[in-house]
T-cell receptor, first 110, second 113 residues
């Protein structure tokens, strides 16, 4: 399977701390995307990083991509209670479709 | 701006009953449309995608079908629901092809009893 695998499955931190989530995948990719899902809601696109990029920033989000290790990380700095959600990585692989991982559930305690 | 609407938000249906979930996109033309299913605490499974009216690709064999009667309308159906059809169904659209950024609806939670 070329599905992305997020690690950890669950993460609990205090407000103000940084949260790091990792994603590993199995086949070569053209791009990797991160999405956020609040409980019971649809997914919201956060960031897309292409295979020729190593790092990308968007506000308090920082995404890195290491194609040699087939892994990506999502860092949320100075977390807030409102960041509580599930975070998914999605890879395109060579199927021509996005494949989503199982997600990391982040809880930020006020 | 583009918006996506999905309904109903919640549905409780008996086994063997029919299903119809609807999704419409506004503010864009000829979008790629997708139906995903999410089991509790799990990732998303792609069920169907469509690149145009009447063009439907099925990803997994199942008890469901999809139709695209209009450019911006995508419908998920079943003639007879199974218990295993319970889940959270998400409609999404993209303008950049199946591996580009996806825009999701708010989801439809289906419980089959």
């Amino acid at each position: 399977s070329q599905q992305g695998e997020e690690d950890p499955q669950a993460l609990s931190i205090q407000e103000g701390e940084n949260a790091t989530m990792n994603c590993s995948y199995k086949t070569s990719i053209n791009n990797l995307q991160w999405y956020r899902q609040n409980s019971g809601r649809g997914l919201v696109h956060l960031i897309l990083i292409r295979s020729n990029e190593r790092e990308k920033h968007s506000g308090r989000l920082r995404v890195t991509l290491d194609t040699s290790k087939k892994s990506s990380s999502l860092l949320i700095t100075a977390s807030r209670a409102a960041d509580t959600a599930s975070y998914f990585c999605a890879t395109d692989g060579n199927t021509g479709k996005l494949i989503f991982g199982q997600g990391t559930t982040l809880q930020v305690k006020p | 701006s583009q918006t996506i609407h999905q309904w109903p938000a919640t549905l409780v249906q008996p086994v063997g009953s029919p299903l119809s979930l609807e999704c419409t996109v506004e503010g864009t033309s000829n979008p790629n449309l997708y139906w995903y299913r999410q089991a509790a605490g799990r990732g998303l499974q792609l069920l169907f995608y469509s690149v145009g009216i009447g063009q439907i690709s099925s990803e997994v064999p199942q008890n469901l079908s999809a139709s695209r009667p209009q450019d911006r309308q995508f419908i998920l159906s079943s003639k007879k629901l199974l218990l295993s059809d319970s889940g959270f169904y998400l409609c999404a659209w993209s303008s950049q092809g199946p591996t580009g950024e996806l825009f999701f609806g708010e989801g439809s939670r289906l419980t089959v009893l």
